[in-house]
């Protein structure tokens, strides 16, 4: 069955413009309720929680009251990272959770992410079925059907002792400087206190939201600002949470990038050689070929999946492994959460660095990134490229001549018409001659 409304990561848009729009949270509320708890073992209980949108009071609102018109009773809890939601929904035994955010996405974006009340994203097949409801008229049984709501006002509090509960007993950040981006998003409260409780001197930026600045030039996807105030502040590394805190990326002593792929590495070297293991990675498509070599040499094992977190999921519980993780931050430590928490996956790079004794540049050090890039070419409409002779055979000259130490990827967007062309190697300028011969090809085919 095709897909009306959710994508690999929830429903996200445009504020105002379908499917966002308070009517049809509203009405998402109420099919969701219906559905979550048809399928709960637990009370009907769900939890709420949002980013720091200004649009994310009036989305709250409509689905409290559908979800309450569903026989729901709602917990608030105000904004709170995604991963937080995650943990939370276990934590309360509530049938799901449900956040408001549209992630690292400007202020004008907004969308919803749910989990099961394992803290997993919903299976396909609920979210077909709330899809289904979507359709049918918004009915209640009355008043003594209706659920109820609360404000629950220590869930943050609960997020913060869970994340330095995920450090070995007794781990200090004291005598480190750590300059912190919180992109005046849902980390702005929970982040700064993390740090600091742990004894870190902490040098806080992007936390203090106004509903209109979150990812506006901070956090993740703008690094500019904390790599300046790394190296203004003499911090012993940066730390860049995106809008919702499910992804991070970090700043080394020299105001250097360290992404996901080389927190990915960092993590799963630390965990080999301490005695606990690394049973294998998840990565997707895009995961740069050096941090495939560097687990290689490591003997730990990796494999690829399709862009998105909830691949990287499956692939990790398919496996029985627990570490993976795309290049843009969103790294995933499953034996701590059940999704990508910023914070957490910070604190385990940071417990590699202190055990180490080495700097977080000496660490990344390890793993050698090849050059890699990528040209969009906009169709005039989704096409199937798969059976195209002539671009494949593009693709087989250029593989030929990167002569096995690189790759080369055409991947469709999801969500535009576009075809996305990356040649990976370990000369830069192959690289860039490749991919755009290769895109040339492409548009001359197709565009």
């Not at 409304?5 to 379908?18: A, M, N």
């Not at 809890?77 to 959770?97: D, E, V």
């Not at 609360?150 to 480190?176: H, M, N, Q, V």
């Not at 901070?218 to 949470?241: I, N, P, R």
Request: glycine content about 12%; charged content about 20%; some cysteine.
């Amino acid at each position: 069955m095709s897909r009306k409304y959710f994508g690999t990561d929830g429903i996200r848009g445009r504020v105002g413009e379908h499917p966002v729009t308070a009517d049809f949270m509203l009405k998402l509320g109420w099919a969701a309720g219906q559905v979550l708890t048809r399928h709960a073992k637990s009370k009907k209980r769900v939890l709420i929680g949002k980013d720091t949108r200004v649009s994310g009071y009036m989305f709250e609102s409509a689905l409290e009251a559908g979800l309450i018109a569903a026989g729901v009773d709602v917990d608030m809890l105000g904004p709170m990272p995604t991963p937080a939601i995650a943990y939370l929904t276990r934590a309360f035994r509530a049938s799901a959770g449900i956040v408001i955010s549209a992630s690292h996405n400007p202020v004008e974006d907004n969308g919803i992410k749910f989990f099961a009340a394992d803290g997993y994203k919903l299976p396909d097949d609920i979210e077909l079925e709330i899809e289904a409801l979507m359709d049918q008229p918004l009915v209640t049984n009355g008043s003594f059907s209706l659920g109820k709501a609360r404000r629950i006002t220590d869930a943050t509090g609960r997020y913060i002792e869970f994340c330095k509960g995920t450090l070995p007993p007794g781990f200090s950040l004291s005598g480190l400087r750590v300059a912190l981006d919180c992109a005046n998003g849902a980390t702005y409260n929970a982040a700064p206190k993390v740090f600091k409780e742990l004894g870190a001197q902490t040098i806080t930026m992007g936390n203090a939201p106004n509903g209109f600045n979150i990812n506006d030039q901070c956090g993740s996807t703008h690094m500019a600002g904390l790599q300046a105030l790394v190296l203004e502040e003499k911090a012993d590394f940066g730390v860049a949470l995106d809008g919702d805190g499910d992804r991070v990326l970090l700043v080394d002593e020299h105001g250097e990038i360290v992404d996901g792929d080389e927190l990915i590495y960092i993590i799963a070297q630390y965990r080999q050689g301490s005695g606990q293991g690394c049973s294998g990675v998840a990565g997707t498509l895009m995961s740069n070929l050096g941090l495939e070599l560097a687990l290689n040499e490591m003997n730990i094992p990796f494999t690829r999946t399709k862009v998105g977190d909830r691949y990287v999921v499956e692939a990790l519980n398919s496996n029985g492994w627990t570490l993976g993780g795309e290049a843009s931050g969103h790294v995933l430590c499953g034996d701590l959460n059940t999704t990508g928490d910023g914070i957490v996956a910070a604190l385990q790079v940071i417990l590699a660095v202190s055990e180490s004794g080495k700097t977080l540049s000496q660490l990344k050090a390890g793993m050698s990134k090849f050059p890699q890039t990528m040209i969009n070419v906009r169709l005039a409409k989704k096409i199937d490229i798969s059976n195209n002779q002539v671009i494949n055979q593009a693709v087989a000259d250029a593989e030929q001549k990167l002569d096995g130490r690189g790759r080369v990827l055409l991947r469709p967007s999801g969500t535009e018409p576009l075809i996305r062309v990356m040649v990976e190697g370990e000369d830069q300028i192959l690289v860039d001659q490749l991919v755009a011969d290769i895109a040339k090809i492409v548009e001359q085919q197709v565009g």
